[in-house]
């Protein structure tokens, strides 16, 4: 039974993933400009034959010596000085080019269903999309989602307001050495000396830790309030836990 509801799930993201890449496709077709790919600078960021930075919208690949970062960059590199199609979407905070690639499959999107990234500060138009398109690699432990042993042993609780985080442990005591909790960005928390009996509780601010309250010890908000993903990773980092909110 749990095979058979795994499978209908399965079927109903991808159609909901075919049905939206086709609306995309129809209102971008117009908007599109022919750029060559010289160089690949990591798993989301590539330079033209003209010298300009894209930074692929919607997606935020693993940095480098962390797991997954070869791989990402890898898959991107079979680009290299092959002519593509971008949408151009503004600037980013770096000055580097926001854009949607096509070769001519939507290749921010690809990168997500491989399972070779997250989503990251998706466009409006875009976030069932995106989500369902993770929410299927987890499903299938594509990339870097590889399941943990503890895989649904833990639930949670998000206050983005409040900066708080609560994780509620339904299997056995399970030691927390080396667990990694993040957002969409790259803001992570790294447990140590931590056993989660029934509840551990994570604040993004200041203050002491005792058995069930940690402390991120941090100056600014970690949680968007309007949209953004919970990541949950053991010390070998596969995926214990993912919780979206806002999508």
Known sequence: MKRRHALLLAALITGLI???LAILELQTQENKAQITIARVIDGDTIETSEGE????????T?????PGYDQATNFLKQFENR?????????DKYQRTLARIYTPEYLNLKIIQEGLAVKFLVDESETKLFASAEAEAIQQQKGI???APEFNCIQSDIDEKAEVITLKNTCRPIALEGWILKDESRKT??????????????H????TNDQENKYWNLNTNVWNNNRDTLYLFDSA???VHTHPYGY
């Open 18 to 20: 075919a049905s939206n």
């Open 237 to 239: 980092g596969r995926i």
């Open 53 to 60: 930075k894209i930074r692929l919208l919607n997606i935020n």
């Open 204 to 207: 993004s601010g200041k203050g």
């Open 189 to 202: 928390y790294n447990f140590h000396n931590t056993t989660i009996t029934s509840i551990i509780i994570v």
């Open 83 to 91: 002519s593509v199609q971008i949408e151009d979407l503004g600037a």
């Open 62 to 66: 693993p940095e480098k010596n962390k």
């Open 145 to 147: 989602w590889k399941h």
